[in-house]
């Protein structure tokens, strides 16, 4: 795969506000590249430096390897679905799709073809003269797909673009998402703050906070191996502790010691203090006195799939657990928990802000 | 009763005593001859040679006045759409500004200005160029008129304009759009309503004024306006007046039917 896109130290503030500081991104031909972080994380500027609808404060864009950024967005090879879908109110449906087409001067034969693939791409074959007002929330987010991908662009950039819709037609569309990607094999640039949506649909998933790249990887990587405590508590359900390293390959969490399988050899030395992330559902539940450190179950939770409990463990520090599980253990109860050494994720203390774990509101 | 219908009861007599009443006694006056009997006479008069001249003349200056509104007001939406937010309201309101002054100071005011010896011609005369004859000519009282009623092509003009969602404009060049195929295709459509009410609220007015004519024209500028208010006034002959005002009446329905056909959306018009 070769490099389509490469943002290199893009700087943006608007005012006081820096929104982006010093982000690099390089993306590949074909990928579906998700930017994730919470509001105010500066993705959606990011998206719009691409779009050509704003302009970096310094830094540049190359596409193709050429450099765009200075070209406007009407001479951009890429075309975006706007999160609030920005439908032309005044036009039908058909001349939506084809607003784009008639711009480049395509005859009218060409046009009609060219929006009849594109609804049909969409599942809204025949919807041609209905009026904008007229399609319901989802169809519209249809509409703009489809009035963006008939330009056959090599990028598309999409906007929170399921953020309005219900969960049942979100987990659709998602579906659709990644079947319209593999059939027109162009490269997808996709903003969210839903990390589910990310890990879904994502070849590769770029985590921002407060206009930094905290981290980027395939979702596997982000969510096993987040590398600092923001992104293990933003992909997630987690267990965010402070440890320290023992010597290699033991982490003392609260005056408990876990074998672990990092260790000097990539940078956690005897002695470091660390963040240790453990997720809930790699908690294993025995006997008491059978695991790693005894706990009382403090409450319960029945989730659908699994039940979802906390338990208070009898040790220095006063650290609730978070445990999924699929069986269910009593209120009051005492349980040994236990964590295999691959399911401990060792990271390095934040050293800035906006590394640390934050309250999120979803 | 609900409530809304006890408290409509107002609006109701006033519909009846301000509109119904005097529309029935125009219609009867308009039908009747002065010496008493049902005719059409006052209405077929609209089609003697003179009434015509300045039905023609009436026409030709308030679509001369809508237009140069239009060509003002548009641009100037457009402009103050991109301009900063706080400017937006200050610049409306100096424009809105003499809307708040009596209609006929503001004539009176375009007179002492265009005069023989007025403030004009004094500045040209200082700058030692020849005097002009500004006053009681046509373009006196499209001037008049168009400073009369600018303020009521801008309002809905600016509405409409910054009523625009700025992502349609960037969706627009996001498909290729140059800037005046987006203008020619979204800001300009998307403008229509606003457009279409300037057009009304401007062009009837200008159609049926006699004020404006008659302080800028000086009565060598004669509009329909002016002949129907002669009727009333100087001649006392209510039958005719009455005639040629429902024949006006009919002649601005129709208007506004047919600007109605260009605003699909039917915010703009009153029909």
């Not at chain 1, 162009?186 to 903003?191: G, P, R």
């Not at chain 2, 706080?86 to 809105?96: D, M, P």
């Not at chain 2, 209609?103 to 005097?131: C, D, K, S, Y």
């Not at chain 2, 057009?199 to 004519?213: E, H, K, N, Q, Y």
Request: net charge negative; charged share 20%; proline share 4%.
């Amino acid at each position: 795969m070769a490099e389509l896109i490469r943002l290199e130290n893009i700087r943006k503030s608007y005012g006081e506000n820096e929104v982006l500081k010093n982000i690099t991104i390089s993306i590949q031909e074909k990928e579906f590249v998700t930017l994730l972080g919470p509001s105010g994380c500066g993705k959606t500027t990011t998206l719009r430096i691409l779009g050509g609808f704003e302009n970096p404060d310094s830094g540049r864009i190359l596409f193709d390897g050429k450099d765009i950024t200075n070209v406007p967005s009407n001479r951009r090879n890429l075309n975006t679905v706007f999160q609030n879908y920005a439908l032309f109110p005044h036009m039908t449906v058909g001349d939506n799709v084809a607003f784009g087409l008639r711009v480049k001067g395509m005859n009218e034969s060409d046009v009609k073809e060219k929006v009849h693939y594109g609804l049909k791409l969409v599942n809204l074959e025949g919807y041609e003269n209905r009026k904008i007002s007229q399609m319901s929330g989802g169809q519209q987010q249809r509409v703009a797909m489809a009035r963006a991908i008939v330009n056959e662009p090599k990028v598309l950039l999409l906007d929170e673009p399921l953020g309005a819709l219900d969960l049942k037609l979100r987990q659709e569309m998602q579906y659709e998402l990644v079947r319209l990607k593999h059939e027109l094999g162009i490269t997808f640039i996709y903003v969210t703050h839903d990390q589910e949506e990310a890990l879904t649909m994502s070849d590769k998933v770029i985590v921002m906070n407060s206009g930094r790249i905290q981290q980027e990887g395939t979702p596997e990587e982000i969510y096993n191996e987040p590398e600092n405590a923001f992104v293990a508590d933003f992909i997630g359900d987690s267990n965010i502790l402070s440890g320290k390293m023992v010597r290699n390959h033991l982490v003392r969490i609260n005056g408990v010691d876990f074998p672990c399988i990092d260790g000097s050899e990539n940078g956690f030395a005897p002695g470091l203090d660390v963040d240790v992330l453990i997720r809930p559902e790699d908690l294993e539940i025995h006997p008491a006195g059978k695991g790693i450190l005894d706990a009382k179950i403090t409450s319960k939770l029945f989730i659908g799939m699994h039940y979802e409990m906390l338990a208070q463990a009898d040790t220095e520090g006063d650290f609730e657990w978070l445990l999924q599980n699929y069986d269910s253990y009593e209120v009051g109860s005492m349980v040994g928990l236990y964590v295999r050494p691959e399911n401990i994720q060792i990271m390095h203390k934040p050293k800035t802000q906006e590394e640390e774990a934050i309250e999120i509101d979803i | 009763m609900t409530f809304s219908k006890k408290w409509s009861a107002p609006f109701i007599v006033f519909v009846i005593a301000g509109t119904v009443i005097p529309i029935l006694s125009i219609a009867y006056y308009g039908f009747t001859a002065r010496g008493g009997g049902i005719t059409l006479d006052n209405i077929t008069a609209m089609f003697s040679a003179n009434h015509m001249q300045a039905l023609g003349l009436s026409l030709l200056l308030a679509l001369v006045s809508t237009l140069v509104c239009l060509i003002v007001a548009f641009p100037m939406a457009i402009v103050l759409r991109d301009s900063k937010f706080g400017k937006q309201g200050f610049t409306i309101f100096v424009l809105i500004l003499p809307m708040w002054m009596n209609f006929l100071l503001r004539t009176m005011a375009w007179q002492v200005l265009l005069e023989r010896a007025g403030v004009i011609n004094g500045i040209l005369q200082a700058l030692g160029l020849p005097r002009q004859e500004m006053m009681n000519t046509p373009g006196a009282v499209v001037l008049g008129m168009v400073y009369d009623f600018l303020p009521f092509m801008i309002l809905p003009i600016y509405n409409a304009v910054m009523k625009i969602d700025s992502h349609l404009i960037e969706a627009a060049y996001d498909l290729g759009a140059g800037k005046a195929y987006m203008y020619r295709k979204v800001i300009l459509p998307l403008c229509v309503p606003g457009i279409v009410s300037g057009i009304t609220m401007v062009f009837i007015p200008a159609l049926t004024t006699f004020v404006i004519s008659n302080m800028l024209g000086g009565g060598k500028v004669n509009l329909i306006g002016n002949i129907i208010e002669q009727e009333f006034t100087v001649n006392s002959n209510w039958y005719l007046g009455s005639g040629l005002s429902l024949v006006m009446m009919v002649f601005i329905i129709i208007s506004m039917v047919l600007l109605e056909k260009f605003d699909k959306t039917g915010e703009g018009t009153f029909i």
